[in-house]
């Protein structure tokens, strides 16, 4: 009975410290927009430019995120895909910071369906809701009987949904300024 009551009572200290940890660090949900191009590829414009969207969670400097997106605009040609990605911030001074994503995911309809990403990306923050980024990275295509790859660099426009006065609000204000 007492090991149980002692296992109990450090269990929910063991909690309570992490909940605190966790209110030191802003949490909350984000929408992004990009359009890329394949740097290594050869082809027409709308060979070469890709779009993606994402939606994920942030935890301080950790990002887990959903993307979809489609391999390219060409007519008839075009390919889509879904992919996690899990994004971790690794440098910050300011509005501006680095960060690194790896990712795995599925292309529809192609015998390379298997993608794994690499990118990397600078980000800056003109307000606390919004965020410009520029990136750069590498897509590894992986099939049954065939493998490729592809550099691609790209933008794109990041909403985080903030509630106003919140103390999310003001640890990422926090952040933005120091």
Do not use: H, W
């Not at 063991?14 to 605190?20: D, K, L």
């Amino acid at each position: 009975m007492k090991k149980n009551l002692f296992s109990i009572l450090l269990l929910a200290i063991g909690f309570t410290v992490y909940s605190q940890e966790r209110e030191k660090e802003p949490n909350y949900y984000y929408f992004s927009f990009g359009t890329c191009v394949y740097t290594n590829a050869i082809g027409s414009f709308n060979q070469k430019v890709f779009m993606t969207t994402e939606f994920g969670r942030t935890f301080g400097i950790f990002d887990v995120g959903l993307m979809a997106g489609r391999l390219n605009l060409a007519k008839g040609d075009s390919v889509y895909f879904t992919e996690i990605l899990s994004t971790i911030n690794v440098f910050s001074q300011g509005r501006f910071s680095q960060a690194f994503t790896l990712g795995a995911g599925r292309v529809f309809g192609a015998k390379q369906n298997f993608l794994t990403e690499i990118t990397n990306s600078i980000n800056f923050a003109p307000s606390e809701r919004l965020v410009l980024t520029v990136y750069y990275g590498n897509y590894f295509f992986d099939g049954k009987l065939s493998t490729s790859k592809a550099q691609f660099m790209g933008l794109s426009v990041t909403f985080n949904f903030i509630k106003p006065n919140s103390k999310t609000e003001q640890l990422r204000r926090k952040s933005l300024f120091n």
